[in-house]
């Protein structure tokens, strides 16, 4: 398998109005807080990009899969996800994703990025109720619950990122 194609030829749409699209499948190589995504899991990419008088329309849906580590057991636990985004951009104006727009091959990264950041979450639970770690012995309470004086729940080194300025 690919890495997921993440540049597409705009050719067509150089100076008329005009539509393309795109259905790309592949890898993605993202590890986010306690997220990974994972080689052998293929996402799958449905873009259109349109041309309209002075705006470039970028639409994209991914389909894909990554792992989470529980921010209470630790335990992994694989999500599919599906996202849909949609952004317009003037073509001769500079972008906060930085994507020059007036080439024939453009790459879509900073996009297809927030398209997972958006699933990817900090701090996920593996289940509401979650009853998480022993603080004395480390087992994991949801698989069988130990005989130990519980305390706080023990959360994972990751939900110290939340106190992060990102
Ligand atoms: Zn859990
Ligand atoms: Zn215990």
Redesign the pocket.
């Known amino acids: 398998m690919d890495k997921l194609q993440t540049e597409f030829d705009i050719t067509s749409l150089l100076n008329v109005d005009n539509e393309v699209d795109y259905e790309v499948n592949g890898y993605l190589d993202v590890k986010y807080a306690g997220n990974k995504t994972l080689k052998n899991h293929p996402s799958k990419l449905k873009i259109c990009i349109k041309s309209y008088h002075e705006k470039i329309w970028i639409n994209l849906t991914l389909d894909f899969k990554f792992e989470s580590a529980?921010s209470?057991?630790l335990?992994e636990n694989m999500l599919t996800k599906q996202n849909n985004f949609e952004i317009g951009f003037y073509k001769d104006d500079e972008n906060d994703y930085d994507i020059d727009l007036n080439t024939e091959i453009i790459d879509v990264t900073p996009l297809i990025s927030e398209v997972i950041l958006n699933e990817m979450k900090l701090q996920y639970?593996?289940?509401l109720e979650?009853k998480?770690l022993c603080s004395d012995c480390g087992k994991n309470q949801?698989i069988k619950v130990c005989k130990h004086p519980k305390k706080n729940l023990k959360e994972s080194p990751f939900s110290s990122l939340t106190e992060l300025d990102l």
């Open positions: 529980c209470r057991c335990s639970l593996c289940k979650c998480g949801n």
